[in-house]
């Protein structure tokens, strides 16, 4: 293997997500962020991030393509966030 590209991603990152029909991938970091990415040919570019506090996994539908967050602790209480992923 070789390396063909090198992305930022947040602090701490813990867990991946693929989304196969939107070519989507998601990392969640311990740091409380989740970024998404889309490979766009051979590469992949970034889509931005958002805040999830002690997100330490992420699953995705890939037919609704809705992105699921666990949270450990949101004001003391573990919350489930659903994300709708948007094209």
């Known amino acids: ?3 063909i590209q090198n992305l930022k991603v947040p602090d701490d990152p813990d867990v991946l ?5 939107w070519r989507r991938l998601y990392v969640a970091a ?3 962020a989740l970024a ?3 490979l766009d040919g051979n590469t992949l570019r970034p889509l931005g991030q958002i805040r999830a506090p002690h997100a330490h996994t992420v699953s995705v539908d890939p037919r609704t393509h809705l992105v699921y967050v666990p949270l450990e602790n949101l004001n003391g209480r573990p919350v ?3 994300y709708e992923a948007m094209r």
Not at 17 to 21: H, I, K, Q, T, V
């Open 1 to 3: 293997m070789r390396i």
């Open 17 to 21: 997500a693929w989304d196969p029909s």
């Open 30 to 32: 311990e740091s409380g």
């Open 36 to 38: 998404a990415y889309v």
């Open 80 to 82: 489930l966030r659903i």
